[in-house]
């Protein structure tokens, strides 16, 4: 079965520091796709970033970044020079098959001034 | 820009009462979901479709029902509301390909069943 962990409920930081929130998932499939998604408290889900399971390059966007590690099947969120305007819910994702996504439990994230 | 809207933010409804959730998204896409949200248990996918007429169910489709009609308009029907069913219900809608894409997200309806 298909399972994506997010050990850590809640996270809560000062402005200006860096954050990592961590997801591991369960698959048996060799293709497999991984999402990262933020949830503000608007309600809306908002999409992040999608890495597939042959690319194992980290990406860097701004201040967010990811490292994903398939020895681990391990896919971690940075936040660096964290702000206020970052707190949300994050979730990450695992798509199983082409079109059902399994989701984390997320990870409220509270960044505080 | 993907645009995934929903027909209501907020709904309160009564146990028993027949409730529609409209969700239409403008950028073509042949797959819509629509997945509920609670606290602790994530998000769970109810029905999904990948064209129009086809529905599949979800992990969680008890008590639900959906209807497409139109390539844009993806509809979840509560048949008779019960309390347990009060939830965050969020829609989304991806393209079909062979796999891996991305699925977008609509605002999201926060329904309260008295």
């Known amino acids: 079965a298909q399972k994506v962990t997010q050990a850590q409920t809640e996270i809560s930081v000062v402005e200006k520091e860096d954050v990592t929130l961590d997801c591991v998932y369960e698959t048996r499939d060799t293709t497999y796709y991984l999402f990262w998604y933020k949830q503000p408290p608007s309600g809306e889900l908002v999409f992040l970033i999608r890495r597939n399971s042959f690319d194992e390059q980290n990406e860097i966007s701004g201040r967010y970044s990811w490292n994903f590690q398939k020895s681990t099947s391990s896919f971690n969120f940075t936040i660096t020079a964290s702000q206020v305007v970052d707190s949300a819910v994050y979730f990450c994702a695992l798509l199983q098959g082409a079109q059902k996504l399994v989701f984390g439990q997320g990870t409220r994230l509270t960044i505080n001034p | 820009d993907v645009k995934v809207t929903q027909s209501s933010r907020y709904l309160v409804k009564r146990t028993g009462e027949k409730v529609f959730l409209e969700c239409v998204q403008d950028m073509d896409h042949e797959n819509m979901f629509w997945y509920r949200q609670d606290p602790g248990l994530g998000l769970r996918l109810i029905y999904f479709s990948y064209d129009v007429k086809m529905k599949e169910k979800g992990d969680i489709p008890e008590g639900y029902s959906v209807s497409r009609e139109k390539k844009e308009r993806f509809s979840l029907i509560l048949e008779s509301a019960s309390t347990n069913q009060t939830s965050m219900y969020l829609c989304?809608?991806?393209?079909?390909?062979?796999?891996?894409?991305?699925?977008?997200f609509g605002p999201g309806t926060r329904l309260l069943v008295l």
């Open positions: 989304a809608s991806s393209l079909l390909r062979v796999g891996g894409e991305t699925q977008y």
